[in-house]
């Protein structure tokens, strides 16, 4: 459709409806209203249209995407089991599987010296600090309010325990 710029928009405007009106007009008449039944007059049913024409592309065998599951399992299964063999998860001290040493000992060794164990103490204070943790910690989680004094209480009685327990931990 032309467009006249000489022309006023009122008129381009109706001049666009009635085209758009007469195209639907057109198309209506082809399908038929899809609110009214189908006429009587007709005897024969109008014909479907005819289906898509199908892809050129084949769709792929089904077998092909097991097969793709299956290896993609077997990898990760392989690189696991590498993985734990390669030694990753040994402490630092322990040699690895592929590590082996390259001296032997000599066949006569000294005896092993005993090494000095050291017994863990936690001092009290420190258990005290986790016992206020603990206790800060439920007054949070049960929504106490920030302006509540238990909550001020308990932070601060935390806090000085903390600082106590860093005090006597330190050598």
Do not use: H
């Amino acid at each position: 459709m032309a467009t006249n710029p000489e022309e006023p928009p009122e008129e381009r405007q109706r001049r666009e409806l009635e085209e758009i009106r007469r195209k639907f007009q057109e198309v209506g008449a082809r399908l038929g209203s899809a609110f009214e039944p189908a006429s009587t007059d007709d005897d024969k049913p109008r014909a479907l249209p005819s289906p898509p024409a199908p892809l050129d592309q084949p769709a792929r065998p089904r077998w092909q995407g097991i097969a793709a599951a299956v290896l993609i399992f077997l990898l990760g299964i392989g690189f696991g089991y590498v993985l734990t063999r390669s030694g990753a998860g040994d402490p630092p001290g322990t040699p690895s599987a592929k590590a082996s040493p390259t001296t032997r000992p000599p066949a006569t060794t000294l005896a092993p010296q005993a090494t000095p164990q050291t017994k863990v103490f936690v001092p009290p204070t420190c258990l005290e600090t986790a016992k206020q943790g603990d206790e800060v910690f439920a007054l949070l989680s049960s929504n106490v309010r920030v302006n509540d004094r238990r909550l001020a209480e308990a932070m601060k009685s935390y806090t000085l325990a903390s600082q106590a327990c860093r005090k006597e931990a330190s050598p």
